[in-house]
């Protein structure tokens, strides 16, 4: 692995950790309420996209390892570009039903290559 494919899977990582962690125990609703907490959400998935868009450039092959790589980049767009029609549902549910997954998959990739 390329020293800076690290360094993007980190902080894909790191802003989906933050993510699990800001919303452990948080209700939809509260989330709905907490202006807060939904714009940091939303920066996280926002970095978490930059990072895998630059991965795909820098080191597809390492990007091919995530299936949902095109659609981490898709979000980040639709929160960039049409942040003005994100809906709080779709990003709670992404956070419950596919960022635990997308975790796991940055820890396996993590430990299973090496730094060139």
Do not use: C
Request: net charge negative; proline share 4%; aromatic share 6%.
């Amino acid at each position: 692995m390329r020293p800076r494919t690290a360094v993007l899977l980190e902080d894909i990582r790191d802003a989906a950790q933050f993510i699990l962690d800001e919303t452990n125990d948080v209700t939809l609703e509260d989330y709905e309420a907490d202006r807060r907490l939904r714009r940091a959400v939303e920066r996280s998935f926002e970095i978490m996209g930059e990072a895998m868009r630059r991965l795909q450039q820098a080191d597809p092959p390492t990007a091919k390892q995530f299936p949902t790589a095109r659609i981490v980049v898709d979000f980040r767009n639709v929160l960039i570009h049409g942040y003005d029609i994100v809906e709080n549902e779709i990003v709670w549910r992404t956070i419950q039903d596919s960022l635990p997954d997308l975790v796991r998959e940055l820890e396996r990739v993590l430990t299973t290559v090496e730094v060139d």
